[in-house]
């Protein structure tokens, strides 16, 4: 079966920098598009960045756009969130998704890691 396992998550100060990664199986990793969202206390889970199954494409939501990088290996197939400036509001579980169209929502979620940033 699919699972999606994300990892990297931790407690940061604000300015910091930190990196999560989604390891997928059960899957062929190099045809599906990859997401992150993430969900802080109290409020819904909200899309952050997608990467196209090539890579050739990216999109981000307006409040992470130039602070934050999806990235892939295909031969690793593995997807990174690269996370700068970050700040207190960025304090979230943050899932990866997996989904067969780039614009469709994902199929596939992870169990999602703890991001805290404290100011």
């Known amino acids: 079966q699919v699972q999606l396992v994300e990892s990297g998550g931790g407690l940061v100060q604000a300015g910091d920098s930190l990196r999560l990664s989604c390891a997928a199986s059960?899957?062929?990793?190099?045809?599906?598009?990859m997401d992150w969202f993430r969900q802080a206390p109290g409020k819904e889970r909200v899309f952050v960045a997608r990467?196209?199954?090539?890579?050739?494409?990216?999109g981000y939501a307006n409040s992470v756009k130039g602070r934050f990088t999806i990235s892939r290996d295909n031969a690793k197939n593995t997807v990174y969130l690269h996370m700068n400036t970050l700040k207190p509001e960025d304090t979230a579980v943050y899932y990866c998704?997996?989904?067969?169209?780039?614009?469709?929502?994902?199929?596939?979620w992870g169990q999602g890691t703890q991001v805290t940033v404290s100011s």
């Open positions: 059960g899957l062929t990793f190099s045809t599906y598009a």
């Open positions: 990467i196209s199954s090539s890579g050739n494409y990216t």
């Open positions: 998704g997996a989904q067969s169209s780039y614009y469709s929502d994902p199929t596939y």
